[in-house]
C-alpha cells in the first residue's frame, strides 16, 4: 500500500538555527499538508499546498515557516529560525484532493530544539 | 468535547467486546468527517470516513455514526483486539476544504 515518508524521524536543533523537515506524498496525490503534535496535544494543522502555492495556513505558521515542492517527488518544510516552542512531532499528509477525501499521514519528524 | 495536555480520556475494554468511541465535534457546517488512530511513535493512520449526507458507514469491524442535531460522531469497533490499542481521534472537514481539525482524543486500552 501506498505510504507518506517523512525524513528524518528525529531532527536535534540549536534554537535560531534553520532546520527543513521532507517528506515524499503518496504518488499520485495532489493535495499535501503539513501539520505539527506538541507532545501531549491534538493535531494541529499548519499549511495546505496545491499546484506550487499555499491554499490554506494557520494562525501558527507565521513568517519563519515556509514550504516549498522542489521536484516532482519531494515536500519541505522549512523553519528559518527555530524556537524552544517549536519542539513538536510535524506530520506531512497529502490526498488526491481537498473535501471528500482522506488524508493520508507519514509518521512524522520528531523536533527537538535546544 | 476537547483534551488539552496529557490527560486523554481513557476507554478500557475487554478483548472480545464492543468498544464505543465518541466525538463531539465543534463547527455545525463541516461536511466531512474522519476517524484515525494513532499509535506510539505513529502518525494518524485512516480508519474510515463519512460526508454530511450520511448518518452511518460501515467499514470492516468498525462503524461510524452521525449525529448533526448534536453534533457528536462515534466510531464503533466489533471484537476488540489487542491491535486496536492507540489513541482514536475525530477530525472534521469544513465545506469541503483543507484543513482537518481534530478532536482532543481518547485512549483505547484492551485488555487480554
Known amino acids: 500500500e501506498p505510504e507518506v515518508t517523512q525524513t528524518p524521524s528525529h531532527q536535534v536543533t540549536q534554537m535560531g538555527q534553520e532546520v527543513i523537515l521532507r517528506c515524499v506524498p503518496i504518488?499520485?496525490?495532489?493535495?499535501f499538508y503539513w501539520y505539527r503534535q506538541i507532545l501531549g496535544q491534538k493535531v494541529e494543522f499548519l499549511v495546505s499546498f496545491y499546484n506550487n502555492e499555499i491554499s490554506e495556513k494557520s494562525e501558527i505558521f507565521d513568517d519563519q515557516f515556509s514550504v516549498e515542492r522542489p521536484d516532482g517527488s519531494n515536500f519541505t518544510l522549512k523553519i528559518r529560525s527555530t524556537k524552544l516552542e517549536d519542539s513538536a512531532m510535524y506530520f506531512c499528509?497529502?490526498?488526491?484532493?481537498?473535501?471528500?477525501?482522506?488524508?493520508?499521514f507519514g509518521d512524522g519528524t520528531r523536533l527537538s530544539i535546544l | 468535547g476537547e483534551s488539552v495536555g496529557l490527560h486523554l480520556p481513557t476507554l478500557s475494554v475487554q478483548e472480545g467486546d464492543n468498544s464505543i468511541i465518541n466525538c463531539a465535534y465543534s463547527n455545525s457546517a463541516s461536511d466531512y468527517f474522519i476517524w484515525y488512530k494513532q499509535e506510539s511513535g505513529k502518525g494518524p493512520q485512516f480508519i474510515i470516513d463519512i460526508r454530511s449526507n450520511m448518518d452511518k458507514r460501515q467499514g470492516q469491524r468498525v462503524t461510524v455514526l452521525l449525529n448533526k442535531t448534536v453534533k457528536h460522531l462515534s466510531l464503533q469497533i466489533a471484537a476488540t483486539q489487542p491491535g486496536d490499542s492507540a489513541v482514536y481521534f475525530c477530525a472534521e472537514v469544513l465545506n469541503a476544504g483543507n484543513m482537518l481539525t481534530f478532536g482532543g482524543g481518547t485512549r483505547l486500552m484492551v485488555k487480554p
Open positions: 499528509a497529502s490526498s488526491e484532493r481537498p473535501g471528500w477525501r482522506p488524508q493520508h
Open positions: 504518488s499520485n496525490h495532489l493535495y
